[in-house]
C-alpha cells in the first residue's frame, strides 16, 4: 500500500467510525436498565440553569453518554479480552477468570471495619438479646479463599480474631471445611443451596440441634442462571444452573415478608421468572425482614438469623429444627428500630455473614 | 470535557468536524472559536467568562502596546497587561496557598476564599503572556481581530493540557492553513496514538497507582512497582494529551509544536528537560531565564537565574509545596550538572547515564505525586526498605503479575524503538497495509475501555 492509499484509508476509517457510532448512538433508543450489569442506566438529566452552571449537568451528560453507548455490553467485552489476553492482567475491574469461574477480588482485610460490623453485632447483643440465649457468629468464606495462594483474598481467620476481641462472650462456628470451591456458582458469587448440607450439619453439632442429616431433600433444577459476576465481567462463559431442595417441610412453610406485607411460598418461583437476579427465588431476594413458619414443625424453637443473601438459601434446610426463622437482613433495616418488629424472647441467634460483608461495613 | 471522553469522542468531536469541513474558509475560525468556548464550557461553565475577559485584556493590551510602540507607554501597557493576567492566575490558582502561607509563618487566620481552580488557565495566561511580550517586542505582528485572537487563546485542541502554542508561531496559520489528506491522516495518526498512551498505558498504571496509594500493605518491591508506574503514568498521559492535541491541530489545518521527544532515553537532566514539556521549558528559557539575563551574566546571578526559573517551573505545576521542591531539585541538578557533572556523564558508559536520569526523574515524580511532605518522603524511603517493611508482599506480587505486560509495554513505548521500525524503508508496503488496520483497533479497544467506565483521570486539573 502506498503512503496515499494508506493516509486515505486512515482518514476514511476514522471519519466512518466517529459518525458511525455519532449517528448510532443518536438513533439508538435509551434503555431503563442493564440487564448484564443488573443496574440502572444513567437517563438524559433534567436542564435547568443551575445544574448547568454548577457543570452538573455536564457531569451527567458525561456519564449517560457512557451508559447508553451503542453496544455497550460488546465494548465492555473487547475491553475485558483485552485486559485478559493482551495485557495478561490478572482481574478486569476487580473480577477475573479462573478455570471457567468468576472471582472478584475483596482484599485487603479492613480492620476497622470488621471491628465496625463486629461493634454493631455486640450493640444488638447488648440491646436485644439476654444472657439465657444461645448466640452464635459465623463467617460464610468469599470463594476466593478457596483459591490457590497467589490470589489476593482475605484471611478468614484473620477477620475472626479481630472480630473474637470484640465479640468474645458469643460462640463462633466455623464452617470453613464444610465448604469448598465447588460449592459457589461459577458466575455469582453465591453458595449453592444443593451443596449446603455440610455447612448444615456443622451448624447442627456447634447448635446442638438434632441432625437432619437423614432428611431426603428433592433437587429441582429451575435451568440457566447468570450469575452477578457474569454481568460484571464482561466476558462469554457457560452459565450456572439453580437448583432448589425441596421437602414436606419446605413446602408446607409459609413466609411473611414484612415490607410487601405479603405472604408467600419459601421458593418465589414469580420472582425467579420475573426478576433479573434468578437468586432471588430464595425467600423472594433481598429484603429487611421476613418470617418463615414451619407449620409441621413439633420443634417449638425459635430462630433470629442475622444474615445477609447467603442466608436466603440456608434458611430453608435450617427449617427441620424450628417453628419459625426471622431472617433480618442489617443492610436494609436498621438495628435501632428492631423491637418494632421483632419479639425478643428465648429464640436461639445465629449471625452469619459473608466475609465481603463483614469487610465492608455496610450494617445499619 | 477531556479528549479521552465519549462526550467528546462520540459527539463532539464529529460535529465540530463535520461544519469545520463545510462551512466555507473564511468562516472556518469562527467555526474552531465557537466550538472552544463550547468545549470550556462544558467543563468550566462559569469560567468560560473568566477566559473571555483574559482575551479580551489580551486584545486591548495588544492594540495599545502596538498602537504605542517606541513610547514610554508601550512599556507600561505591557506591564498592566501582564500584572492582569499575572494577577488573575495568582488569585485563582494561588491565592489560598499564599493565604496559607501567611497563616502559618505570620500566624494569621485570614480565611480562605472559596474559588474554584479553572481549568486551562495557566496554559491560556502563558499563551497570552508570549503574545503581549512579543507584540511589545516586535516578534510578532499585533493582532486587530478580536475573534482570531480569542479562536487562538481558546483553540480547544490545546486548551487543556497544551502545547503552550505561541501566537508567533501559528500566526499565519490562523489565516493561511492547508488542509490536505496527507495532513489529516497523520493528524488522525497522532490523536489515535495519543489516546492509547492515555487510555490503555497512563490510566491503566493509574489504577495500580491509586490500589497502592490505598493500601496498607507496603514492601520495597511496591514502592518500586508505584515509582516506576507513576513515571510511566505521568509521561504516557502527559505526551498523550499533547499527541492528541498536536493531532487535532493537523486535522483542523495547524500545526503544533513538538511537546515530548523521548525525555526517558535522556543522558542527563539537562537532556531530559529538552525532552519534557518542551513548550513549557522553552518559555521559561525566553521569557523569563534570558529576560533575566541567563547565564551571560556574574555566576552568582546566573545560579540565582537558575533557581527563579525552577522555582517558576515547579510552582506554575500546582500551588503546593511539592511542586515548588520538584521544580528546584530539577534546579539544583542541572545547575550541578553544568558546574561539574555533564563532563563526567559523557564518559560514562550510556548504561549508566540513563539509569541515573532514570533513578532521578523518578524519585522527582514521587516528590510531584505526594500529597503531603510525610508521604513523599514514606515513598522514597520506602525504595531503599527503610521503615520495617518487608522486600515483597501478596499484595505487591499480585500487581506485579498484574501489571507486567502494561509496564513493559510502557518502557517500549517510552522508547523510539517502534517508531524506527514504521519509519525504516524495510517492508514499508507491509507496515503501510498495517497501519491503518492498527490504528482504527485501537480506536475502537480505547473506545471499549472508555464506555466500560474505567479509571480516567485529569491529571491537570491542578497545572
Request: with cysteine; hydrophobic share 45%; aromatic share 16%.
Amino acid at each position: 500500500m502506498n503512503e496515499k492509499r494508506k493516509n486515505k484509508v486512515i482518514t476514511i476509517g476514522f471519519i466512518a467510525i466517529l459518525f458511525i457510532l455519532f449517528i448510532a448512538n443518536i438513533i439508538k433508543k435509551d434503555e431503563a436498565v442493564s440487564i448484564s450489569e443488573r443496574r440502572k442506566l444513567a437517563q438524559f438529566p433534567t436542564v435547568t440553569l443551575e445544574n448547568v452552571a454548577s457543570g452538573k449537568t455536564m457531569e451527567e451528560i458525561d456519564k449517560y453518554v457512557v451508559d447508553q453507548f451503542v453496544l455497550r455490553d460488546s465494548f465492555r467485552s473487547i475491553k475485558a479480552y483485552w485486559s485478559d489476553y493482551i495485557f495478561r492482567q490478572k482481574d478486569n475491574n476487580g473480577l477475573f477468570l479462573k478455570d471457567g469461574c468468576i472471582y472478584k477480588i475483596e482484599y485487603p482485610l479492613n480492620k476497622k471495619n470488621v471491628q465496625k460490623t463486629s461493634s454493631k453485632i455486640k450493640n444488638i447483643c447488648e440491646k436485644y438479646l439476654n444472657d439465657d440465649m444461645n448466640i452464635y457468629y459465623s463467617l460464610i468464606p468469599d470463594k476466593n479463599y478457596y483459591l490457590e495462594s497467589d490470589y489476593l483474598k482475605i484471611d478468614v481467620y484473620e477477620m475472626q480474631k479481630v472480630m473474637q476481641e470484640v465479640l468474645p462472650n458469643i460462640k463462633y462456628i466455623d464452617i470453613t471445611d464444610a465448604l469448598s470451591l465447588q460449592d459457589y456458582y461459577k458466575t455469582d458469587l453465591h453458595w449453592k443451596q444443593e451443596n449446603l448440607r455440610k455447612v448444615v450439619k456443622v451448624l447442627e453439632d456447634k447448635m446442638n440441634l438434632k441432625n437432619t442429616s437423614n432428611i431426603h431433600y428433592e433437587i429441582q433444577n429451575l435451568g440457566s442462571f447468570y450469575g452477578a459476576y457474569y454481568g460484571q465481567l464482561g466476558r462469554k462463559i457457560f452459565p450456572d444452573t439453580i437448583n432448589i431442595l425441596t421437602s414436606n417441610t419446605i413446602n408446607n412453610s409459609n413466609t411473611y415478608n414484612y415490607q410487601t406485607s405479603n405472604n408467600e411460598k419459601v421458593y418465589n418461583m414469580q420472582k425467579f421468572k420475573t426478576s433479573s437476579d434468578k437468586y432471588d427465588v430464595y425467600l423472594s431476594g433481598a429484603t429487611p425482614l421476613i418470617t418463615i413458619e414451619n407449620k409441621d414443625g413439633s420443634n417449638e424453637k425459635e430462630l433470629l438469623l442475622f444474615r445477609d443473601s447467603f442466608g436466603s438459601s440456608i434458611a430453608p434446610l435450617l427449617l427441620e429444627n424450628y417453628k419459625k426463622i426471622t431472617l433480618i437482613d442489617l443492610r436494609y433495616i436498621s438495628s435501632s428500630i428492631l423491637d418494632k418488629y421483632v419479639d425478643f424472647e428465648n429464640q436461639d441467634v445465629l449471625f452469619l455473614y459473608n466475609t465481603l460483608i463483614v469487610n465492608q461495613n455496610i450494617l445499619k | 470535557m477531556v479528549f479521552s471522553s465519549i462526550t467528546f469522542l462520540f459527539y463532539f468531536l464529529p460535529i465540530v468536524l463535520g461544519i469545520y469541513y463545510i462551512v466555507p474558509t473564511k468562516l472556518k475560525n469562527l467555526v474552531l472559536l465557537v466550538a472552544s468556548f463550547v468545549f470550556y464550557f462544558f467543563g468550566e461553565p462559569v469560567y468560560v467568562l473568566l477566559m473571555a475577559f483574559s482575551i479580551i485584556v489580551a486584545y486591548i493590551f495588544g492594540i495599545l502596546i502596538d498602537k504605542f510602540k517606541d513610547t514610554k507607554y508601550s512599556k507600561i501597557f505591557l506591564i498592566l497587561g501582564i500584572t492582569i493576567s499575572i494577577g488573575l492566575l495568582v488569585y485563582f490558582k494561588y491565592a489560598n496557598f499564599i493565604i496559607e502561607n501567611l497563616n502559618f509563618w505570620l500566624n494569621n487566620k485570614i480565611d480562605f476564599i472559596y474559588v474554584a481552580l479553572p481549568i486551562g488557565i495557566s496554559f491560556y495566561t502563558f499563551q497570552m503572556l508570549s503574545y503581549l511580550i512579543d507584540v511589545y517586542k516586535n516578534k510578532t505582528k499585533v493582532q486587530k481581530n478580536i475573534l482570531k485572537l480569542a479562536m487562538y487563546i481558546s483553540l480547544f485542541p490545546q486548551l487543556i493540557a497544551g502545547p503552550i502554542v505561541r501566537y508567533r508561531d501559528i500566526n499565519d496559520q490562523i489565516d493561511n492553513r492547508k488542509h490536505t489528506m496527507e495532513k489529516f491522516a497523520l493528524g488522525v495518526r497522532r490523536f489515535i496514538i495519543g489516546l492509547s498512551k492515555k487510555v490503555l498505558i497512563a490510566n491503566v498504571l493509574g489504577e495500580m497507582i491509586n490500589t497502592f496509594l490505598s493500601s496498607s500493605e507496603m514492601s520495597v518491591l511496591y514502592y518500586w512497582l508505584y515509582g516506576i508506574s507513576t513515571m510511566l503514568q505521568i509521561y504516557f498521559d502527559f505526551s498523550g494529551y499533547s499527541d492528541m492535541a498536536i493531532g487535532l491541530g493537523k486535522m483542523f489545518g495547524f500545526d503544533f509544536m513538538e511537546n515530548f521527544n523521548y525525555p526517558y532515553i535522556a543522558k542527563s537532566i539537562t537532556d531530559f528537560w529538552r525532552r519534557w514539556h518542551i513548550s513549557l521549558s522553552s518559555w521559561f528559557r525566553d521569557y523569563v531565564y534570558i529576560q533575566l539575563g541567563g547565564n551571560r551574566t556574574s555566576k552568582v546571578k546566573w545560579l540565582r537565574n537558575i533557581l527563579i526559573v525552577w522555582f517558576l517551573t515547579g510552582l506554575w505545576h500546582g500551588a503546593a509545596w511539592n511542586f515548588v521542591i520538584w521544580g528546584l531539585y530539577f534546579g539544583i541538578l542541572l545547575i550541578i550538572e553544568k558546574v561539574f557533572l555533564s563532563k563526567y556523564l559523557e564518559k560514562l558508559p550510556s548504561i549508566i547515564s540513563h539509569l541515573y536520569v532514570l533513578l532521578l526523574v523518578m524519585i522527582s515524580f514521587i516528590i510531584f505525586n505526594g500529597e503531603n511532605v510525610n508521604q513523599i518522603i514514606e515513598n522514597l524511603c520506602g525504595l531503599i526498605g527503610i521503615g520495617n517493611i518487608p522486600i515483597v508482599s501478596p499484595e505487591s506480587i499480585y500487581y506485579l503479575k498484574s501489571y507486567f505486560v502494561v509496564i513493559i509495554c510502557g518502557i517500549i513505548f517510552a522508547t523510539p524503538i517502534l517508531k524506527n521500525i514504521i519509519t525504516s524503508n524495510n517492508k514499508k508496503k507491509f507496515i503501510n497495509a498495517l497501519e491503518p488496520i492498527a490504528l482504527l483497533c485501537l480506536l475502537i479497544i480505547c473506545t471499549a475501555y472508555i464506555v466500560d467506565g474505567s479509571f480516567n483521570p485529569f491529571l491537570y486539573f491542578r497545572f
